[in-house]
């Protein structure tokens, strides 16, 4: 049982004096959480050690395309009204929740309250943030009424159709399709309009690339990947895109090791944003090429006109 980890009865405590909890309630649910080592297990493998290939293979592939133009025609006036609003395009949008959960079909299977418990009380390596998490969790089953011995999330505690964690469903879910409620477990025009809403408050600019292939000169060897300098920099060093970018634009060099070498892109600000998700360069390439790959789709759908990403 979860109820016999060290720190419980302090964190109850906290909770009672900071946000009025009542501490027979809340020792009822902490006797019900469940320890997870599962958890804890998924936290010290994760999917970003697989190499580039093989990880961008899992979410960039027939599947997720099909799933996301079908996602798309069923949401196309949500997802045209988030773009308009929040300068979100509409296949980042969809890729991200397609990475996330193929499109709300995995959503996780772990009780969010047993994943933020179990990170809370004995993963000690990010105790701090978890222990926020778990805070922030029991606020919003409060305030959203929810069971929450019964909501679902990733091993991690993300939640719903965009994978939120609750610190980011209290502050950047929105009541997207109106109904005066913020459902991200369920809703997924709700869940179109807080992904776009999260990107545009972590600094997503409208109409800036996300990333581009990067040429890297015969005489050059770059050896600060992932350092951010101003193409005109770039170009000194002699690492070119492979585009039209004005040179006082900002990019980092990225690079992605396959069988037959390195790939270097330039990811710009927009790339940098996506990775607020998820802290991950592969996380963000291969939202941003599925994105791509839908954008090319949508076309023998007239879905959008406009330049592509």
Known sequence: MAADLPGIPEFINEM???HQFRRDEL???FQAAQHRQDVIDAMNKPSTLKPWPEYRASFVNPKRIDGGMKFWLKHAKALERAET?????QEVIIAIIGVETLYGSNAGNHRTLDALTTLTFDYPRRVDFFRSELEQYLLLAREQS???LNIRASYAGAMGIPQFMPSSYRRNAVDFDGDGKI???NGAEDAIGSVANYLRQYGWKPGEPVAMRATIGEESRPNDVGA????AAWRGLGVAPQGEVGDGTYAYLLDFT???GKEFWFGFNNFAVITTYNNSSYYAMSVYQLAVELRKSSRYYGL???APL
Request: glycine letters at 4%; proline letters at 7%; aromatic letters at 8%.
């Open 85 to 89: 609003l929040y300068g979100v395009p």
């Open 16 to 18: 009672v004096a900071k």
């Open 183 to 185: 459902d991200l477990l």
């Open 27 to 29: 020792v009822q649910v």
């Open 258 to 260: 396959l069988p037959d």
């Open 228 to 231: 951010a300098r101003s193409l």
């Open 146 to 148: 929810f069971d929450m």
């Open 304 to 306: 959008i006109r406009r």
